[in-house]
């Protein structure tokens, strides 16, 4: 099924998102603006506009009629209840415009959506992909002061009022540092584009999976991984309904353990063809179906097994396994236990990482790896199990 790749760009002010979005409309892309549109929903003669009027009073208009910004803000600033009646009346109307422009954008384009507070604005579960651009703080104050004019006391309040670069981090797929020269940014947006927007792009309009070869590697534990856990949740639930139970489960899953850089995620099913009704829908979200029959192995039931479905993802960007299991299901009890036993016992992931360590010496494939494991798996369902009958564990909705 094809689904327009839609990326969201943001960055603090003075941090250049400005010039990374014109450097990717000239790879291609179709920037939709959100500060361009704010100003088109209140132009002269509009419907934004009136209700600005009939809310705030003609004193926020100009002498030719046009909205008076500077007026508008001083009548808002320091008032949450008026800042918040003016981005009823501008933000549905902006995010009606970006729909319209996004449907007419050609089938295979990737649409950019220039979003300065996307993130304070919790928008980022919304696209496929965030790129945030990213500028030491003295590097964005330097700019300014020498490119915009500010002093130095306003661009540092401008900069404050805004979130900070951790919170961009955490929402970010993709983050651009721009502390250099312009050549260097736009060989940055260069290789953005054609080593994973592109290939993302032609994946998702085709319904492909990235490809995990065959071959074998355990790294450190990254805390990365549970940051990118989190937005491919969010992200998932955002797509296909909040109350859907979505999970990070698996290695990268547990704070301090090895793993393959593989993120494994989890959605709760009531049944096997609910999961395959989301597959399209999943599709669009970024993260295709897994041709083939897949099990999990009913640990305690010699010979047993779950079936479950099985999707990946189609930005090569990540290497994700995104299981579909019945809630209730012994496969999916156990995920969540066997996180969870790990997570709270640290002699428990310690054991494991040991094994892993082991069994990564002895396999140079992520098969014959796998199957080595599994009496390790039957050994840890026997301590998760005791463990939760010990502490009154409970598998999380």
């Known amino acids: 099924m094809q689904s327009m790749l839609r990326v969201g760009l943001t960055g603090g002010i003075g941090a250049g998102k400005s010039a990374v979005a014109r450097r990717l409309a000239e790879r291609g892309a179709v920037i ?3 500060d361009v549109l704010a100003r088109e929903v209140v132009a002269p003669g509009t419907d934004g506009l009136a209700e600005i009027v009939e809310v705030f009073g003609a004193g926020v208009l100009t002498a030719d009629g046009e909205l008076d910004r500077p007026a508008l803000g001083a009548r808002v ?36 959506n220039d979003v300065p507070l996307l993130v304070e604005a919790g928008l980022a ?16 104050l330097e700019r300014l002061t020498r490119l915009r004019g500010m002093s130095p006391a306003e661009a540092a309040a401008r900069i404050d009022a805004q979130t900070d670069d951790a919170s961009r981090r955490a929402a970010a797929d993709v983050v651009l540092e721009n502390e250099d020269d312009l050549k260097g940014l736009h060989a940055r947006v260069d290789r953005l584009w054609s080593e994973r927007l592109t290939v993302f792009e032609r994946n ?16 450190p534990s990254d805390p990365e991984w549970l940051r990118a856990g989190a937005r491919l949740t969010a992200r998932i639930r955002h797509g296909i309904g909040a109350d859907v139970g979505v999970h990070h489960i698996g290695s990268t ?23 395959d009704r989301l597959a399209g829908r999943l599709g669009e979200l970024g ?12 640990h305690g039931i010699p010979g047993g097994t779950w079936p479950k479905r099985l999707h990946g993802c189609a930005d090569p960007g990540y ?16 995920a969540l236990l066997m996180r969870d036993h790990l997570r709270a016992v640290p002699e428990a992931r310690d054991a494991y990482a040991a094994v892993k360590a082991r069994l990564a010496e002895e396999h140079d494939d992520r098969a014959g ?27 999380a909705d």
């Not at 009346?89 to 089938?107: D, F, K, N, Q």
């Not at 579960?125 to 964005?140: G, K, N």
């Not at 492909?208 to 590697?217: D, F, I, M, N, Y």
């Not at 704070?255 to 063809?273: E, Q």
């Open 32 to 34: 939709i603006d959100a």
């Open 287 to 298: 993260f295709p179906v897994r041709p083939g029959d897949w099990t999990d192995n009913a």
């Open 253 to 275: 899953a547990v704070p301090g353990l090895p793993a393959k850089d593989i993120i494994d995620l989890m959605i709760g099913v009531r049944t096997l063809d609910e999961a």
């Open 125 to 140: 579960s919304s696209y496929h992909m965030v790129i945030v651009v990213l500028a030491d703080r003295e590097v964005r």
């Open 77 to 112: 600033f320091g008032d949450e209840a008026a800042r918040r009646r003016l981005e009823k009346i501008i933000h549905p109307r902006v995010r009606t415009r970006t729909a319209e422009l996004t449907r007419s954008a050609a089938y295979d384009t990737i649409v950019v």
């Open 319 to 334: 290497r994700v396994n995104l299981h579909l299991r019945v809630a209730g299901s012994p496969g999916w009890r156990f």
């Open 204 to 219: 998702l309009r085709s319904g492909r999976s990235v490809a995990k070869g065959p071959e074998l590697r355990i790294v």
């Open 369 to 395: 790896y796998a199957v080595a494991k599994d009496p390790w798996f039957e050994a840890e369902a026997r301590a998760a199990d005791d463990w939760a009958e010990a502490t009154g564990w409970q598998p």
